[in-house]
């Protein structure tokens, strides 16, 4: 299934990004004021955003395929990507073998090419949205379920609900 109708693979690199001649003539994040190339909706860096570079729309949450690998800005797709799912950062294991989780991260899949790839939360980005996205991610096929697991990339489940609730409110979710 295709969510970019609309997109024809040019007004995203004037409205979120632009070129950086000296870099090898690559794209890299605004770090100004740029307009969500899916939600249109104006983004302005904040302090609260909790990072110098804004890496997808604090509202709908939706980013543009410009790495190979976090932060190098040498895709040359440059489509939109849409958030699918979350995950967790993963921080290593603690002294008695468990896993330790970190960040909560967002999991986006390219509309262009396909490729799958995670990215931080910012702290201005809206909770509601979050929650959406995982609530999507938990009724998504089975088919593209395994697809995104065979990237490495472990999708939060329903057992996660109480966890992601407390990272992102600080509280329990109560039943």
């Known amino acids: 299934m295709r969510y970019d109708d609309d ?9 979120g990004h632009k070129r950086d001649k000296h870099k090898n003539n690559r794209w890299h994040a605004a770090d100004s004021a740029f307009r969500c190339a899916h939600c249109r909706q104006m983004v302005f860096p904040t302090p609260e955003m909790g990072t110098v570079h804004r890496n997808h729309c604090p509202h709908c949450l939706h980013s543009l395929h410009v790495d190979t690998k976090p932060g190098n800005r040498a895709s040359d ?20 073998g468990r896993e ?4 909560v991260m967002l999991v986006h899949t390219c509309l262009g090419c396909g490729m799958v790839n995670i990215n931080r939360i910012a702290a201005d980005d809206d909770c509601d949205e979050i929650l959406a996205i995982f609530e999507r991610s938990l009724a998504m096929d089975g088919k593209r379920w395994k697809c995104i697991e065979a990237t490495g990339i472990d999708l939060l489940t329903a057992e996660d609900a109480g966890l992601l609730h407390r990272s992102l409110f600080g509280m329990e979710l109560s039943r």
């Open 100 to 103: 330790r989780l970190g960040d």
């Open 7 to 15: 997109y024809d693979g040019r007004n995203s690199f004037r409205t």
């Open 77 to 96: 797709c440059h489509a939109r990507m849409a958030p699918v799912g979350l995950t967790w950062k993963k921080n290593g294991f603690d002294k008695y």
